[in-house]
C-alpha cells in the first residue's frame, strides 16, 4: 500500500509540474528560446511570432550557422545556452539526444517545453479540470505498467526524455487482444499494416478497414490480397458524420503525418462508425482508431456502436496534445464500465495508445 501511495503521489507531483509549466508557457510568462535553427524551427519561430510570445533567439549545434539571422533573431551556439532564458522550444527529432547533452554538460536548468508539429498546444487553456481529468485517468489504468506509461510520457513531455517503449506490438495489448472470428474495425489502416500484423496469427476474421488517402489506399488493396481474412476496404476517413472534408496528405505534411485540415491539400469522404455498421449489419468486437488527430470525432461517431456492442478498442493519443485526458475521459462518459490500459510504441513523443476492455461482471450505468 505504501508504494502505490508513494507512486500515485509521485505522479500527481509530475502531473501537476507538467500542467503548470504549461500554463504558464500558453499565458505568455516568462521568455522563449528556440533550439534547432533547421525548417522546423523557423516554422515554430514564425508560429511563436504570430501570437505575440517573446522570443529572444535561436540555439543549434551546427556552429557553421553562429551569428546567422533568422526571423529577424540571431542564431548562438549552443554553448552559450544560459538560465536567462525562461523556455527552452526545441525544434528537433533529435530532442532527447540534445536534451541528454544538455543535462550532461549543465548547461540549462529551465524549462523545456515541446511543440506537437501541428501546433495544437496553441488551441489549448489548460485549466484544474485538465489536471482532474489527467489525474482520474492515472486512477482509472489497471496495472502498474499502464500507470508507469502515463508517468514516464508526461515526464517526457516536460524533460523531452525518451520513453520507455512497451514490450508488445503496437494496437495489441496483453489484456486487449484480437481474438479468432473477431469483428475488426481498422480506422487508419495506412497500408495495412496491422492487417498483416493480425494476419500472422488469425485467419477467421472480418476486417474493416477505412483509409482515405489515395496512395495508401491503393497499397492497402495491394497488400491485403493475398490475406486469409475476410477484408472490406473503404476509402473513406472516419469522423463523426458523413462529410467532405480537406485532408493534409502525407506528402504535404512530410515526417509530421497526413491529417484533416482547413488548408489540407486534398479532399476527402468521411462517415462515422454508427452509420456504416448500421448500413453494413456490423457488430464489431474490435475496433482500432490511428486516424491522424480525428480521434475524439471518430469516437464520437461511434458511441452508439460502443454502447451497446462494448468492442475492444485501441485508439492513438498522441495526435492532439489534450488528447491524453480527453480521450479516456470521454470513453468513460460513453461506457462506464471500460477498463483502461496504456502502452507507448516509439522512443519519441509520438505512439502513445489506450487501450479500453469491458470489466468482465461489471454492467455500464
Not at 103 to 113: A, L, P, W, Y
Not at 212 to 224: F, M, V
Not at 302 to 310: F, P, S, T, V
Request: proline share 2%; charged share 25%.
Amino acid at each position: 500500500m505504501n508504494k502505490i501511495n508513494t507512486l500515485d503521489n509521485l505522479y500527481i507531483q509530475k502531473s501537476t509540474k507538467f500542467m503548470n509549466i504549461l500554463r504558464k508557457f500558453i499565458n505568455k510568462e516568462g521568455s522563449n528560446a528556440i533550439f534547432g535553427a533547421g525548417d522546423f524551427g523557423r516554422k515554430v519561430c514564425t508560429k511563436l511570432q504570430s501570437l505575440d510570445y517573446e522570443v529572444e533567439c535561436f540555439f543549434d549545434n551546427n556552429h557553421d550557422l553562429d551569428n546567422n539571422i533568422i526571423n529577424n533573431l540571431k542564431v548562438f551556439s549552443s554553448k552559450k545556452l544560459s538560465n536567462n532564458i525562461s523556455n527552452l522550444i526545441i525544434a528537433s527529432t533529435w530532442y532527447p539526444e540534445i536534451v541528454k547533452k544538455l543535462k550532461e554538460e549543465n548547461i540549462f536548468k529551465g524549462n523545456i517545453i515541446i511543440i506537437d508539429p501541428w501546433f495544437d498546444i496553441f488551441n489549448m487553456n489548460p485549466s484544474i479540470d485538465d489536471l482532474i481529468k489527467l489525474n482520474n485517468f492515472y486512477l482509472k489504468l489497471n496495472d502498474e505498467e499502464s500507470k508507469n506509461t502515463l508517468i514516464n510520457v508526461i515526464e517526457s513531455r516536460v524533460t523531452f526524455n525518451s520513453i520507455i517503449e512497451s514490450p508488445y506490438s503496437q494496437y495489441f495489448n496483453q489484456n486487449v487482444q484480437i481474438e479468432e472470428a473477431d469483428v475488426f474495425i481498422d480506422g487508419g489502416a495506412y497500408n495495412g499494416d496491422t492487417v498483416f500484423e493480425v494476419g500472422k496469427n488469425l485467419s477467421n476474421l472480418e476486417i474493416h478497414c477505412f483509409e482515405p488517402e489515395d496512395k495508401n489506399y491503393e497499397e492497402l488493396i495491394k497488400n491485403c490480397k493475398e490475406s486469409k481474412n475476410k477484408i472490406k476496404i473503404n476509402k473513406f476517413g472516419l469522423w463523426k458524420e458523413d462529410s467532405i472534408l480537406r485532408f493534409s496528405s502525407s506528402e504535404k505534411a512530410c515526417s509530421l503525418g497526413a491529417r484533416i485540415e482547413l488548408d489540407g491539400d486534398v479532399i476527402i469522404n468521411t462517415t462515422s462508425i454508427d452509420k456504416y455498421c448500421n448500413e453494413n449489419n456490423v457488430k464489431p468486437n474490435f475496433i482500432k482508431l490511428d486516424v491522424e488527430g480525428a480521434e475524439k470525432e471518430a469516437i464520437f461517431g461511434a458511441k452508439e456502436i460502443i454502447k451497446k456492442y462494448k468492442p475492444k478498442l485501441a485508439i492513438a493519443v498522441y495526435h492532439k496534445y489534450d488528447d491524453l485526458w480527453n480521450i479516456p475521459s470521454y470513453l468513460h462518459e460513453i461506457c462506464s464500465s471500460y477498463t483502461f490500459y496504456l502502452g507507448h510504441h516509439s522512443d519519441r513523443w509520438y505512439e502513445t495508445i489506450l487501450y479500453a476492455v469491458e470489466k468482465e461482471g461489471e454492467l455500464d450505468v
